[in-house]
């Protein structure tokens, strides 16, 4: 209230000094013209005091929305700056103005042009943004099998928060990588169809029809972009390890059709002119499966027809496997009979051409163990070689043996003879042939008995045991040595008294006969011993063996084993019986006259 009791006179004077003084002068000289009392003078002077300065509020008001405008678009023009810098990624732009003292008109003037340049970088980085971004959507698209993409710029979201050229760069390292991964996918898929089409034409297949099943795009005749998926991919491989398969399951079964023609042209011996027509098949024999590129060389046709060859020559086949079956019995037999092992028996074989006869045999499985059995057969008779041959050796000193123990029966073995000078240089030799066989025989029972040791079974000779023929053999030479002495004692003792008596002709006549029994004896044994020495040289040779019997008067250790050896022949019954009466025979051959001593 102090500016409305202010004198008029004073509020005049400063009203002077402006626009408004005049008119103030003028309405004072009106007031007093007219007679206006102060107090209603002093309160429109006030209304006029009070109106103007609601002007002067309302201008101020103005100007200040004016400047802080002003300065909040300084400042979001600064803060834009500062954010595009930062999504950028740079610290500073060249020619950016320095914060200056002047008016803010003035300092927003300075940074327009700078947050212009600002925002074009920006949308320019965005650009690229978008770029390489869609290229990577649309290669994952690609690798992820989606047909479907939506190649519009809208799909693409750009994160403005960071453009900066290291967020570009892992973009485009991205990018790179999956170009490479596409140019892999591309490249294995063309290498799978590759593959496909070669196995295809090898196994005579439409690779055409097989590459479309797996996926339309793969086949170029539609014009559409390969499907690189992982499940495209995932099929090609299945579809390769397929074919792999289905190839090398061909190729053992032509292996197997080409093996088989090929033993039965052997069998049948069939012309190489007949063979010709199936080279193509038996050529594949030594092929392994990744040597094979020859186009339709696995195809179905070529195991069909392989197929019908191979049941054609089958059933040929059938009409002569008797007579291979034959032809192979026979080799098995001649290998037992050279070897004197033992041979199959006659039934067994006559029930086999029975089942051939009828049919219920698998011919293949016969004649596979028909050369089994020739292989095991070969095999033993070369364990049995060495054996053999001492065997043989024992043999023909046995023969020896006998020959001499003739010769020395023979009274007339020094008589004026033809050919005698040769049988004397025959006992000559006959002796030394005798004298080695008991280390012959010891050696022949060392090596019979490691012989079954290794193999676990006994050493059959025309199946007779080797070893217990031996043991025999030894017994009997022994027993025929103490016989030797003791019908060399007898003699002695017999030719003493006839010596007495001789020096006593006037005995008693019953010596006569005393003296006449034993000459009776000797002589009567000599004229036996010889054919029935003959009839156990005919055995032994029969049986390739040496196994001479007991005498009656054996030990019982010997009738022991004797017995023993009758058990394992008991195929052979006869044959104990009749070995026993020959050597019975042979040791009695002994009490004849004796070699004289030179």
Known sequence: MGSFQTPITMRSSVLLDNSCGYLLQELQMIWDEVGEDQFEREKVLLDLEQECLEVYRKKVDFANMARAKL???????????????LSLGERSLPGRPEKKAGTLKQQLESITPALREMRLRKQERMNQFRAVQRQIQKISAEIAGRSEYDDSASSVIVNENDLSLKKLEEYQAELQRLQNEKSDRLQRVERYISTVHDLSAILG????????????????????????????????????????????????????????????WNLMDTTEEDRQSFSH????????????????????????????????????????????????QFELEEICKQSHMEVPSQSDMDNIINLINSGEIDHAKLLMSMDEQISKAKEEASSRKAIMEKVEKWIL????????????????????????????????????????IPDLVDLLIAKTRIWEEERKKEFLYDEVPLLAMLEDYNSLRQEKEEEMQRQRLEKKKVQSQVAVQQENPFSCRPGTSNRRAP?????????????????LSASIQHLGSSSIGLPNQSTSSTKERRKTIGETMHNRPGFASHLREETASVVSTFSGPSSPQF
């Open 71 to 85: 300065h909040q678009e300084l400042a979001e023009s600064e803060s834009e700056y500062t954010h595009l810098l």
């Open 205 to 264: 297949m439409d690779s055409s029809m097989i590459i479309t099943k797996i996926h339309p795009s793969l086949n170029e005749l539609y014009g559409i972009a390969k499907n690189i998926s992982n499940s495209i991919l995932e099929k090609l491989d299945n579809m390769v390890e397929s074919l792999e398969k289905e190839k090398q399951k061909r190729l053992e079964k032509l292996h197997h059709l080409g093996k088989s023609l090929t033993d039965m």
């Open 281 to 328: 098949v038996t050529d594949l024999l030594s092929v392994s499966s990744e040597e094979v590129f020859k186009t339709g060389s696995l195809g179905q046709n070529i195991i069909q027809q392989a197929e019908a060859e191979v049941k054609r020559l089958d059933q040929l086949k059938a009409s002569k496997m008797k007579e291979l079956f034959l032809r192979k």
């Open 397 to 436: 000193a046995r023969d020896e043996e006998r020959w001499l123990e003739d010769y020395s029966r023979d009274e007339n073995r020094y008589s004026v003879s033809r050919g005698a000078h040769k049988n004397l240089k025959r006992a000559e030799r006959a002796r030394i042939i005798v004298s080695k």
């Open 519 to 535: 000459s009776r004896c000797l002589n009567g044994s000599h004229g036996n011993a010889s054919p029935l020495n003959r009839r």
